[in-house]
């Protein structure tokens, strides 16, 4: 616990100085996206499925591409991605919904952690070395596909935040997007399976495949858990 804190206070000390050392126009302009991503965080309402069948109906068949468009762009802010998930049911139907909400997640984790390991990656990079995470980046490095795909069932994990966490290690961006894939099926299907039986129209098919992909996941934790991790 001692080293884990150690390293919390030398990446805040290191970040500070390197803040320190921007220049004003710098500091102006990452202060004010932090702002922003703030203000847009807690401001910025989802919109509702009444909103969102207006849309449909006013863009027609380009409003499948629109959503997902909408879907990327806003969870790569810390907002519960819950509401399009349970659109993707009520708009779509089961399985054109099932297809656009987990198109739309995978898309969206790959974005954040591309850019987020762009602008922080390098920074972050010789931190990693450091005795507190250095097993773990390790375990991420080797086998970080199985890590991500265990974390992605867990429902408590913001997808968000594990996007961001993801990027500043060196899980690769194939493997952490094939495991985003296959880890946030059980949960999105389960989505939108739900926002389906608001319709009045539950396909008892897509309860016995959120079933069987749950049971992979729990293998998955299981298995995880007991391989050793193997570097090279």
């Not at 390197?18 to 910025?44: A, D, N, Q």
């Not at 880890?183 to 539950?202: D, E, H």
């Amino acid at each position: 616990m001692r080293t884990i804190w150690d390293f919390s206070v030398g990446v805040i000390r290191d970040a500070a100085a390197s803040i320190r050392s921007w220049p004003l126009w710098r500091k102006l302009v990452v202060g004010l996206l932090v702002v922003g991503m703030i203000i847009i965080t807690f401001t910025v309402k989802v919109p509702s499925l009444a909103t969102m069948n207006a849309w449909a109906a006013g863009t027609g068949r380009w409003f499948v591409m629109v959503f997902v468009f909408g879907y990327v762009v806003v969870t790569q802010f810390p907002i519960p991605r819950t509401i399009f998930t349970l659109s993707s049911g009520v708009l779509f139907g089961p399985w054109l919904g099932i297809v656009v909400a987990l198109t739309a997640t995978t898309v969206s984790a790959a974005v954040s952690l591309s850019v987020v390991r762009y602008l922080l990656g390098d920074w972050m990079a010789p931190r990693l070395a450091h005795p507190a995470v250095s097993g773990i980046n390790a375990r991420l490095r080797a086998r970080g596909w199985l890590a991500v795909t265990s974390l992605r069932m867990i429902a408590g994990v913001p997808f968000s935040v594990l996007n961001y966490a993801a990027a500043l290690t060196s899980v690769p961006l194939v493997g952490f997007t094939v495991a985003t894939l296959v880890g946030s099926a059980p949960g999105t299907i389960a989505t939108v399976f739900l926002g389906n039986t608001l319709t009045g129209k539950a396909d008892p098919t897509i309860m016995v495949i959120t079933v069987c992909l749950t049971c992979v996941g729990v293998l998955g934790l299981v298995f995880d858990r007991k391989l050793p991790v193997r570097e090279g």
